[in-house]
């Protein structure tokens, strides 16, 4: 029945019930009250526990909508509870994390967008959080362009899906705060899990050898530990360095984070797939991830949510020419150890990103990425239309597998 023929069928019922109760209580001194008892029976009020289009919604997206006060049906929000959203459907608590999540939502009464008001005839204490499948992560380099458990909208400023590049690393480096025992993980670089137990990143990263470093895989917003997987933390046990890395220009940028024990591979951490030595891969749409700054200077700032921008690949020759243009002068000459990415206005990695992965999709292979290039420098941050410019993984790939191989870890692992 359609929207207009149920509304007309519901005027007719009511205007046959108002002409009987007229005519049927017309001397009645308790006119008001036997009306209502029988509207009441021909027109039941709704129960609150019954589902809406409003409760619809709410199933579908896995949020409340409903500002705190009155909530839907009624239901008293002041008196719900905030959990986690995989933990709430239509005011039941739940295991699974389902449904679409606003980053960008302004009604819901919880402080956290990733949290809904639940029922609070429900209460759970300390809720036990969905269990990644690792069956879902065979191979490397798998894209989850969807996300994972949940799928985010209102990402108007280039964030990531959760779970959408599982590869994705943050070198952290710790620092001990003066006069306290605890110590604090401050961000350091971006890097890329070629390995339950080998991460790898940006030699410009981790020249410190006073440093202590860790990484962390499954990362999505740094400021909260609600997402439906957890991230995990493992200590850096040893640093290599390529032999060939010059700070001074960031030639052959390229080191591997062998770590004290292996992480754990889950829907939202899997490994990325290396080209073979001398790939050239040119003209590619490609990722490149990261928390880094959204603009160069003091005004910018690192991000709290994963970010990624598209980017083309620059052949060589038209990079260097771009290249020439800066202030770098009409002599410069490219490296080899470069591959270069972007050019497009308002787009590029920025501070912040170095080390972070620039991926590639497998070409004949749906949602497989293969780590072309890693962050290593640029002129500016996309103001100026010039490409960024990236180690070139492929000129490191036998190097990367004699370093896995001396250290006797499984070189199959991320190939493809």
Known sequence: MTKQSFDAFMMFKLTIVICFLFNYFANSQDLDSQIQSLVDQVFPKPNISSTDN????????????????????????????????????NGSLIKDGVGIIDIRIQDNPCSDYLETCCG??????????????????????????EGVGFRITGN???????????WMTAVLREEELEGQSSKLNVYQC??????????????HCVTDKTKKFKVRVGEWD???????????????EKIMIHPEFYAGALF???????????????????????????????????????????????????????????????????????????????FFELHKSFVCAGGEAGKDTCKGDGGSPLV????????????????????????????GVYANIALFRDWIDEQMAYHNFDRNVYSY
């Open 252 to 330: 052959n940028d390229v080191a591997l984070l062998f770590l004290e024990s292996p992480v754990e591979l889950a829907e939202n951490v899997n490994v990325i797939c290396l080209p073979p030595q001398g790939a050239v891969i040119d003209h590619a749409r490609c990722y490149a991830s990261g928390w880094g700054k959204d603009v160069f200077g003091k005004e910018g700032k690192y991000q709290v949510i994963l970010k990624k921008i598209d980017l083309p690949i620059v052949p060589r020759q038209q990079c260097q020419n771009a290249l020439r243009t800066t202030r770098l002068g009409k």
């Open 54 to 89: 409003r409760n619809k919604d709410n199933e579908q997206t896995g949020v409340n909508l409903q500002p705190s006060g009155d909530g839907q049906d009624g239901q008293d929000m002041s008196s719900c509870l905030c959990v986690p959203y995989y933990l709430c459907k």
């Open 190 to 203: 971006g890097g890329a899990l070629i390995h339950r137990q080998v991460v790898l990143t940006a030699a």
């Open 120 to 145: 609070s005839s429900e209460r759970v204490v300390d809720p036990i959080t969905p269990k990644p499948d690792p069956a879902k992560t065979i191979g490397c380099g798998h894209h989850n362009p």
């Open 222 to 236: 740094t400021q909260t530990k609600k997402e439906l997987y957890p991230h995990q933390d493992r200590n850096v």
């Open 156 to 166: 108007k400023d280039n964030e990531a899906q959760f779970g959408e590049f599982p």
């Open 360 to 387: 590639c999709p497998v070409e004949g292979t749906k949602d497989v990425y293969h780590q072309v290039g890693i962050v290593a420098w640029g002129i500016g941050c996309g103001e100026n239309q010039v490409p």
